[in-house]
């Protein structure tokens, strides 16, 4: 009885959903014109939020074969969906169409696939335009990268008979206890997904716990993280080259930093400089680009001199401070480190992707505060590949540590590569669950 009414209760709430969405369209077309003149985070490419996509999206040129689209919401998913998208193009030839949520994905998305991959905003959660975009690119198959649940999207594509599958999902426990309080809404949302590869078994088993089939369910790990061997050096290469570093130049960044951090991490820089027998390049990459404005008046105030990123890519570099301005780009400059170090930590922002260092077979550094993070945590320290500390003596402290003791600092780099290796078989899991999809359909 109580299933009856959870389910019941499923169809009248995404009902009401879907009767709201459609109601608000006719207000939401009248107001495109001025809105598209305001521009803006909310209203940036508004026409494709309402499914009016260039008519060349779905023409016949370029890649032929099944036609995959991947939904993201923004830059962290896009790193998964870059990561299979690589994959899937190394096993065989497709047409890939990337949905993402925010301006900032869109960017970031384009800049680093190009022309290889169709990048779009995805529309509005209603079920005409979300029927509009099937019509549009005509995909063979529909991944979900990691838990993107919108209602009448996922629905949609369900009732559109495309092949559905969701990779590198996770439930954290505070989302688990909010979707059971709608667990009849959330087994009609995933009941479309005839696969489901899931990060840690207990993800799994609360994917099971809202309706999905056990045999659809399979864990294989986190494929965010993932970089081909080979591409470690040369990204290396190519940013040290860009930052007119010398070979033995050491660099020290601090990654995602957030307000009063700098303060924090300025003594580590000023000692980790005097202890070092090279020079010490220090790169800063705020979270958030409003603040670099303030950074160079903090720098200028302690009588030190900043170049910005997009100086050093025009030859300009003539500090050996360097402020990221450029979104985008912090993930992969990781790769010129050699102490890495992860903001948010230090001061209690709950931390960030540490996980983006050690993909690229470094160690990474962080503080206390990482309660948003602590799955990576779990999983880096124990390894051996990441250290945390409890504020900016400590990390100085281990910092000039590996500085001075290169046989620690090596090993602490073979953890991260091991840890990596991980990574990419979470990776091949995902794609495979993928393909024997794209191998049922035909």
Request: contains cysteine; positive net charge.
């Amino acid at each position: 009885m109580l299933a009856l009414l959870s389910d019941r209760a499923a169809k009248v709430l995404y009902r009401l959903y879907t009767l709201l969405g459609t109601g608000i369209l006719p207000v939401v077309y009248l107001l495109a014109p001025p809105a598209n003149l305001i521009g803006g985070r909310f209203f940036y490419r508004l026409n494709e939020r309402l499914a009016r996509y260039p008519l060349t999206i779905n023409d016949s040129t370029g890649r032929v074969g099944k036609r995959i689209w991947l939904h993201a919401a923004s830059v962290g998913e896009i790193q998964v969906a870059g990561n299979i998208i690589a994959e899937l193009a190394r096993r065989g030839t497709y047409r890939f169409f990337l949905t993402v949520m925010t301006e900032q994905g869109r960017l970031v998305a384009e800049k680093k696939f190009g022309g290889r991959v169709t990048c779009l905003m995805a529309p509005l959660d209603i079920p005409c335009l979300v029927r509009r975009l099937i019509t549009h690119i005509q995909p063979d198959i529909f991944i979900c990268v990691e838990t993107e649940l919108w209602p009448a999207l996922l629905d949609t594509v369900r009732l559109a008979g495309i092949g559905m599958v969701l990779v590198n999902g996770r439930i954290s426990s505070r989302s688990f206890c909010r979707y059971r309080r709608i667990s009849g809404l959330m087994q009609r949302l995933l009941c479309g997904f005839q696969a489901v590869v899931v990060i840690r078994p207990e993800d799994g088993e609360r994917f099971v716990a809202l309706g999905v089939a056990r045999d659809r369910v399979r864990v294989g790990g986190n494929s965010k993280y993932c970089t081909a061997p080979d591409a470690r050096a040369e990204m290396r290469e190519r940013y040290r080259k860009q930052l007119n570093l010398g070979p033995t130049d050491t660099v020290f960044i601090s990654g995602s930093t957030r307000s009063g951090e700098e303060e924090l991490l300025l003594p580590v820089y000023q000692r980790l400089r005097s202890q070092s027998d090279t020079r010490l390049v220090w790169i800063v990459a705020p979270r958030h680009l409003q603040r670099l404005g303030g950074l160079q008046e903090f720098f200028d105030r302690n009588g030190l001199s900043a170049t910005l990123l997009s100086q050093c890519a025009a030859g300009k570099q003539t500090a050996d401070i360097i402020l990221v301005d450029c979104m985008g780009e912090l993930a992969d400059l990781y790769a010129a480190g050699d102490f890495n170090f992860c903001g948010g930590s230090l001061v209690d922002k709950g931390g960030h992707n540490i996980m983006e260092i050690v993909r690229w077979g470094l160690p990474v550094y962080f503080g206390p505060f990482m309660q948003d993070f602590t799955d990576a945590v779990a999983i880096v320290v124990p390894a051996g590949a990441g250290f945390q500390v409890d504020d900016g003596d400590g990390l100085a402290m281990v910092l000039s540590d590996h500085l001075h003791n290169q046989k620690k600092y090596d090993r602490a780099c073979r953890a991260a590569v091991e840890l990596g290796h991980r990574q990419n078989r979470a990776l091949r899991h995902q794609v495979d669950a993928v393909c024997r999809m794209l191998q049922e359909r035909g």
